[in-house]
């Protein structure tokens, strides 16, 4: 049965061989997650070779997404790799140690000082450990331990509520966007955006390198949900990730789940992807079997709209990378049986500006109310399918084009199945008998089912989608 919602998977150790990515691609990744918090450009290059290697041999288009680190907003190094801290003692952060102790201990952001006053909160190791700011004096920063533990080198600072200045792309980021380019990702992940400028800013410098990859915003700071904010982000870039884990430390562990569908839900309406990321199946990176609350939450994002679920740790250092997404393919199949079609209703509050964006709503609504086997959209960008995709009809949506980025870059969109298509010609009728064709040879449809066809004319221009065709498949070949 297929799958509509994609998958996408971190790779690290436990995904570094070739036998165990083949594995995992077969089992069903749909995007592979290059993380560039850990691991070197040379290292990134030739794991992206290794993915589409794999992915022609498969026959499967696998997409790839790298991963920017974002500012390194943590603390420095402890003289002994760590101490523990008591719930009332006196703490130092201080932007002038070099090794900490007991008292105090360094920071790799060295402007934190300027970032917070006293009454502020500041949360450690994903808030494990929780600070309370009682004064700033020139480079230290003095707080009062409220929530105790063991604190070890070179754990990540939040401040609760956000407020942190810390600019999005950092100079190791606008190297790795090069790398990105010379490995020609498909997806840009942007950590910590706070405004629509900082994904401007990272198309810019893709741009200035040659890239043209699709930019995925990285919702992890307070500032980030403000609804302005949200809308200002969503319009410079092609989707967002609801990355859970700083933004729970930041906005708090219980505003996460509505703030997930409501980013979900204003995404889907700006026709942008969305991947739901953060701890999805985090017990399988020992564990052979997800937990009952990992299924549902995994079912939960799928019934939101979610066009992607991501794996972090479960793929890049689990001890059952395949096992993992064996599970969540069937979780996610299993889920989508139960989301409504709504289409009619749907359709009372879209308008439609682009004559390409209403053909596309028209082929939903007509492969809908016609039962129709599939939707068929020729597409040389992937937009028109991209559309397509934002509202549930209950029929799949095959992408058929003849540019290589286009068929890997629609990987990542929910209920799209991206087939190539190698007619290069300018005759109508010709393409079209050639997109039957590629639909019928991979066991789409077969004679006499119903599918609904979009095309562009002229043919080959991007953007152009103009024409619906509805076709009996192997009617024209009939005597």
Partial sequence: MLRSTKIVATLGPASSDAAVLERMVRAGVDVVRLNFSHGTAEE????????????????????????????????????????????????????????????????????????????????????????????????????????????????????QGGGLSAAALTPKDIEDIRVAVAMQADYLAVSFPK??????????????????????????????????????????????????????????????????KKMIRMAREANKITITATQMMESMVSSPVPTRAEVSDVANAVLDGTDAVMLSAETASGKYPVEVIEAMDRICIEAEQTVPVNLDQDFLNRVFTRVD?????????????????????????????????????????????????????????????????????????????????????????????????????PIGKSGGTNTMKIVRVGEHRRP
């Fill in 44 to 159: 990134h290059l030739a794991r992206a070779e290794q993915v589409k290697e794999i992915s022609r041999k498969v026959g499967r288009a696998v997409a790839i997404m790298c991963d920017l680190q974002g500012p390194k907003i943590r603390i420095g190094r402890f003289r002994d790799g760590s101490v523990a801290l008591e719930k009332g003692q006196r703490f130092v952060l201080d932007a002038g140690c070099e090794l900490g102790d007991a008292t105090r201990v360094g920071l790799d952001y060295k402007d934190l000082p300027r970032d917070v006053e006293p009454g502020a909160v500041l949360l450690l190791d994903d808030g494990r450990i929780v600070l309370d700011v009682v004064a700033v004096r020139g480079r230290e920063i003095h707080t009062t331990v409220r929530h105790g533990g063991v604190l070890s080198d070179h754990k990540g600072i939040n401040r």
């Fill in 195 to 260: 405004s629509g400028a900082d994904m401007y800013m990272a198309r810019e410098l893709m741009r200035a390198s040659g890239g043209k990859a699709f930019l995925i915003a990285k919702i992890e700071r307070a500032e980030a949900v403000k609804e302005e904010a949200l809308r200002d982000i969503m319009h410079e870039c092609e989707g967002i990730m609801v990355a859970r884990g700083d933004l729970a430390v930041e906005v708090g562990d219980a505003s996460v789940p509505a703030l997930q």
């Fill in 357 to 457: 964006q209403a053909i596309a709503m028209a082929a939903l609504f007509t492969a809908y109310h016609m039962k129709a086997r599939a939707i068929a959209t020729l597409t040389e960008s992937g937009a028109t399918a991209l559309w397509m995709s934002r509202l549930n009809c209950g029929v799949p949506i095959y992408a058929l084009t003849s540019q290589t980025a286009t068929r890997y870059r629609c990987a990542l969109f929910r209920d799209v199945y991206p087939l190539m298509v190698k007619y290069v010609g300018h005759d109508r009728d010709e393409l079209l008998a050639e997109a039957e064709k590629v639909l019928v040879e991979n066991g789409v449809v077969k004679d006499g089912d119903l599918i609904v066809l979009t095309i562009g004319e």
